[in-house]
């Protein structure tokens, strides 16, 4: 099996297919940890207790260092975290990552307790129809505060697509 070798790391070395990883030719554990509520990531513990992106460490591997500029983040193009082959990664800048329609949105509505389509709905009726939040709050049987931070959220997300 070929290996490449990590450009930062130079004892680390990761299998073409991206499914195992080896420190001084010692195979290291690969592990599922929820760094954020229910998102599931591969890690690894490279040096004591540094854990980093499984999937971060193959596309560095494979496909080089992030470019220069902008933040980038290494995104898995069918969605699955689990598949860590080469072809299945690629740089996004975080922005475009974050901006994506199809997983922008409902990644940051997981915290609150209306879901993307009633956020929606509150944010039009306040924003067009006047509505007051405690109204809305009534309605959604939750808080004013939670209204209030759903209209803020979805008002946001349409700034950042530049639909206002």
């Given amino acids: 099996m070929k290996y ?14 991206g499914s195992i990883i080896k420190k001084n030719n010692i195979e ?5 940890s929820y760094p954020k509520k229910n998102t599931p990531l591969l890690t690894v513990t490279l040096y004591g207790t540094t854990y980093i992106s499984f999937p971060k460490l193959v ?6 260092l992030p470019p220069k500029g902008k933040r980038h983040v290494t995104e898995c193009i069918d969605g699955n975290y689990k598949n860590t082959h080469p072809s299945n990664l690629r740089w996004v800048t975080a922005t475009k990552r974050r901006l994506d329609p199809a997983k922008q949105y409902t990644i940051h509505t997981k915290r609150s307790k209306l879901t993307s389509q009633q956020s929606i709905y509150c944010y039009n009726k306040h924003t067009k ?9 009534i309605q959604f049987d939750t808080s004013a505060m939670t209204i209030a931070r759903a ?5 946001r997300y349409y700034n950042q697509l530049g639909n206002i």
Avoid: M, Q, T
């Fill in 59 to 64: 596309n560095e591997a494979v496909n080089g």
């Fill in 151 to 155: 209209v803020k959220r979805v008002k």
């Fill in 28 to 32: 290291i554990p690969i592990r599922i």
């Fill in 4 to 17: 490449f070798r990590h450009p930062k790391y130079s004892n680390v070395i990761i299998s073409e297919d």
């Fill in 129 to 137: 129809e006047n509505i007051s939040y405690e109204k809305l709050a």
